[in-house]
């Protein structure tokens, strides 16, 4: 059994070695439980452990060694006092919205969401009296207009920073202040920058939702969530899980937690190769405009300075000639794989337009900045001359037009 003090060690150290209680058959790696029931040695402590009386395993809807030690892992990195692992990053923001809200209580969002999130948030809260309210992508950067927008029902902000596809990041730490004034707590999606990147908790976030699937897999396997925060919160989310269900999966758990092994390495890859595309393609003649907070061009490059420790892998640019000159590009590419998803070590690319926000109204779209010339590429860990070589097969036919 491992006896190491984990409380000082760095983020790195504790993604490989912390909470790693060995059994008896003294496994160097987490072991995998699946198993779906747990057994006792006798009625009384079956009816103490159900009760809550006694720590330990119940059933593995919301009880699991694996799933626990993903987040006890991941709320560790995050700097968090407890996460709650979900079967998806929106089933993630779904048990946030079920465990803190009740009908007559507000959101407060940025418009510069995943539209999976939006949609969320109109078509279903909005149907059991929670209100939906948005922050223009190019207001949410001003705390005042957070200040502003607030009410007196507004229980959560709620932002993705830095925001997909268009990278448009919100002081977190200002709209923290400005949530906390009026008595509100701010969630930030995190699932571009991971804990390695970006901490919001030590910001002033109250709340940090993932999409699991993302970098913290890193190889496109499988699909999960997460919530991280003060326990106070945590337990009302955890138990929309226990009764609800949308509980993560040992074996997508223990990919996820061989995930976070790696997860300081992969991203320091990914946002190294996606600065230099970034800076290559501003420089190409068939690109109007690219979205990557890491250029010195990007209105809030010094935000993203001070905000995060490096810029991410997702790259959005526009270019000449809107939708048919986009899936050109698209098109064009042959090793690139056309997907909507994104954190692979495969590099991605789609249009957000037709895809990830595909079901947002054209009003919803333009509010959140999403053009038809815009292209989202998701910067894997290929060759960077091979991800520069397929894209310039459309980007170079279309400045030749």
């Given at each position: 059994?491992?006896?190491?003090?984990?409380?000082?060690?760095?983020?790195?150290?504790?993604?490989?070695?912390?909470?790693?209680?060995?059994?008896?058959?003294?496994?160097?790696?987490?072991?995998?439980?699946?198993?779906?029931?747990?057994?006792?040695?006798?009625?009384?402590?079956?009816?103490?452990?159900?009760?809550?009386?006694?720590?330990?395993?119940?059933?593995?809807?919301?009880?699991?060694?694996?799933?626990?030690?993903?987040?006890?892992?991941?709320?560790?990195?995050?700097?968090?006092?407890?996460?709650?692992?979900?079967?998806?990053?929106?089933?993630?923001?779904?048990?946030?919205?079920?465990?803190?809200?009740?009908?007559?209580?507000?959101?407060?969002?940025?418009?510069?969401?995943?539209?999976?999130?939006?949609?969320?948030?109109?078509?279903?809260?909005?149907?059991?009296?929670?209100?939906?309210?948005?922050?223009?992508?190019?207001?949410?950067?001003?705390?005042?207009?957070?200040?502003?927008?607030?009410?007196?029902?507004?229980?959560?902000?709620?932002?993705?920073?830095?925001?997909?596809?268009?990278?448009?990041?919100?002081?977190?730490?200002?709209?923290?202040?400005?949530?906390?004034?009026?008595?509100?707590?701010?969630?930030?999606?995190?699932?571009?920058?991971?804990?390695?990147?970006?901490?919001?908790?030590?910001?002033?976030?109250?709340?940090?939702?993932?999409?699991?699937?993302?970098?913290?897999?890193?190889?496109?396997?499988?699909?999960?969530?997460?919530?991280?925060?003060?326990?106070?919160?945590?337990?009302?989310?955890?138990?929309?899980?226990?009764?609800?269900?949308?509980?993560?999966?040992?074996?997508?758990?223990?990919?996820?937690?061989?995930?976070?092994?790696?997860?300081?390495?992969?991203?320091?890859?990914?946002?190294?190769?996606a600065a230099a595309l970034a800076e290559w393609l501003e420089a190409h003649p068939a690109v109007a405009k690219v979205y990557y907070c890491g250029l010195p061009s990007h209105p809030q490059h010094e935000l993203a300075k001070r905000q995060l420790r490096a810029f991410g892998a997702?790259?959005?640019?526009?270019?000449?000639?809107?939708?048919?000159?986009?899936?050109?590009?698209?098109?064009?590419?042959?090793?690139?794989?056309?997907?909507?998803?994104?954190?692979?070590?495969?590099?991605?690319?789609?249009?957000?337009?037709?895809?990830?926000?595909?079901?947002?109204?054209l009003e919803q779209r333009v509010a959140a900045g999403i053009e038809e010339g815009l292209i989202r590429v998701s910067v894997g860990l290929e060759g960077l001359d091979d991800i520069k070589r397929d894209l310039a097969r459309g980007l170079d036919a279309l400045a030749a037009?």
């Open positions: 059994m491992s006896t190491y003090d984990h409380s000082e060690w760095s983020a790195e150290t504790a993604a490989i070695r912390a909470f790693h209680q060995r059994t008896h058959e003294q496994e160097h790696v987490d072991p995998l439980y699946m198993t779906s029931s747990f057994v006792y040695g006798s009625a009384a402590e079956a009816m103490r452990k159900f009760s809550g009386e006694e720590e330990g395993n119940v059933y593995a809807r919301f009880h699991n060694p694996t799933v626990q030690l993903f987040e006890k892992r991941l709320a560790a990195m995050e700097g968090g006092e407890q996460c709650v692992a979900t079967s998806s990053g929106m089933s993630a923001i779904l048990s946030l919205a079920l465990g803190l809200l009740k009908s007559g209580d507000e959101i407060l969002a940025s418009s510069a969401l995943f539209g999976s999130t939006v949609g969320l948030f109109r078509n279903y809260l909005e149907k059991f009296g929670v209100g939906i309210r948005f922050i223009s992508a190019t207001e949410v950067v001003n705390p005042e207009a957070w200040e502003k927008a607030i009410t007196p029902q507004t229980r959560l902000l709620f932002a993705e920073t830095p925001s997909n596809p268009l990278a448009t990041l919100i002081d977190i730490r200002a709209v923290a202040d400005v949530a906390h004034r009026h008595g509100a707590l701010l969630v930030i999606d995190n699932c571009f920058c991971t804990p390695v990147l970006q901490q919001p908790l030590a910001l002033g976030a109250d709340i940090v939702v993932h999409s699991a699937t993302k970098y913290i897999d890193g190889q496109g396997r499988a699909i999960g969530g997460a919530v991280v925060g003060r326990c106070e919160h945590m337990q009302d989310i955890f138990n929309v899980v226990r009764t609800c269900g949308p509980c993560l999966s040992p074996f997508n758990a223990w990919l996820f937690t061989k995930g976070l092994e790696t997860l300081s390495l992969r991203m320091k890859a990914h946002c190294e190769q997702v790259v959005g640019f526009e270019v000449h000639g809107g939708r048919d000159a986009a899936w050109s590009v698209i098109d064009s590419t042959q090793m690139l794989s056309i997907t909507g998803n994104l954190g692979d070590v495969r590099t991605t690319i789609t249009h957000p337009a037709t895809t990830t926000h595909g079901k947002l109204t037009r």
